[in-house]
């Protein structure tokens, strides 16, 4: 057992030199914390952390929010990334708000059937909000262990995940299993980092055993790389009298529910309008209509976790107003876009054009 017993205390004794205050620390509402765990699922705080803000903001209660249009959850978690979060999110809400009279679950079992709750989220919240023994299980978590106890299983293999889930519920204060998971990932966050860690000025030095091999940066051991798929989509800016036609994704596939121009998508890079004019979506909407193009953006590329989107802007005008409701195409005022909530990579090209006032 040895080090393992006086882990907690390490960590706590490390705790109280440092000071990291969030909104959701120290907090016991279930809704609230729930929704920061939410948030910060696949996100950076500094990057989550407004988003908690604005949330907490406009929906102070498990109703407020279960109550809200989708397009308004949607457009408030712009930028985020990871969309079906937002959808799951607002599942979950209206769940416990309507069925569940507003009264969130209080076991372990139950907060994991929750829509968009995983084990690390689950644990979080039984122990943030209700004091639960459950260890947290996540990056942070996996770098901690494995360096300190200089595990070479790999942690995203099977037989890892057991592993590191039995230590990190070995090394659990459970009497106080909120303050533990706290501490624990604040020293992920803040000490053990992933490039640089602050191991010349580290409580668990003298014990830990990847800092005593020189071994600091091999751990933690993975096996798997990661391969992103290539994706090349052509977008039309259809443009006609300060207008330009949009819709709403429905599809399963990534940004579902989010906005978008006209979209072709392509199995490689187009250069050519002639290229583009031969797809079966441009025959659809396009064959035969009077269409100018103005000009083609630069690429925009967006980096998703199993996707690699290279995205390209064909900017066109219109002299007049063509058929495109039959696709479920409208027709948007230009001024009008910031309503719209729109993946990042269209967002990106709308800043570019002077933040949607002026777009060409
Ligand atoms: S000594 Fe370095 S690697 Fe070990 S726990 Fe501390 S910061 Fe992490």
């Known amino acids: 057992m040895g080090f393992k017993k006086d882990f907690k205390d390490k960590l706590y004794a490390w705790s109280q030199t440092v000071h990291r205050p969030l909104p959701w620390k120290g907090i016991d509402d279930p809704y ?92 979080a919240i039984a122990s943030f909000a209700f004091n639960l023994p459950h260890a947290v299980v996540d990056g942070n978590v996996y770098r901690v262990l494995a360096r300190i106890f200089a595990i070479d299983t790999p942690s995203d293999s099977t037989e890892g995940k057991k592993q590191f889930a039995e230590l990190a519920h070995e090394l659990l204060d459970k009497e106080n299993p909120g303050k533990y998971n706290q501490a624990i990932m604040d020293f992920g966050a803040t000490q053990c980092t992933p490039k640089n860690p602050a191991c010349s000025d580290c409580v668990m030095s003298d014990h830990c055993q990847a800092f005593a091999k020189q071994a600091v940066a091999q751990y933690p051991i993975k096996t798997k790389k990661l391969k992103r798929k290539k994706r090349y989509f052509n977008y039309l800016v259809l443009n006609i009298d300060g207008q330009v036609y949009i819709r709403k994704r429905t599809q399963k596939d990534i940004w579902q529910k989010l906005y978008e121009f006209p979209l072709i998508e392509t199995t490689e890079e187009i250069s050519e309008l002639g290229d583009l004019e031969k797809s079966e979506a441009w025959q659809q909407w396009l064959h035969e209509q ?14 998703l976790t199993h996707q690699l989107i290279h995205a390209c802007f064909w900017e066109f005008h219109l002299d007049a107003a063509i058929n495109l409701t039959d696709f479920d195409f409208q027709l948007v005022d230009r001024k009008n876009l910031r309503k719209f909530a729109f993946p990042k990579i269209i967002d990106w090209y709308l800043g570019d054009k002077s933040l949607y006032l002026n777009l060409f």
């Open 32 to 123: 609230l914390i729930w929704l920061s765990e939410i948030l910060l699922q696949q996100t950076r705080v500094d990057q989550g952390l407004p988003y908690y803000l604005k949330f907490k903001e406009h929906y102070p209660t498990v109703e407020d929010m279960a109550n809200a249009p989708e397009d308004d959850i949607m457009k408030l978690w712009e930028g985020l990334g990871y969309y079906s979060r937002a959808r799951n999110m607002h599942a979950t809400a209206k769940y416990i708000a309507l069925e569940r009279n507003g009264i969130f679950p209080n076991t372990y079992r139950e907060i994991l059937d929750l829509k968009g709750v995983g084990p690390y989220t689950a644990a």
């Open 290 to 303: 009077p269409v100018k193009i103005d000009r083609k953006s630069k690429p925009y590329k967006q980096t």
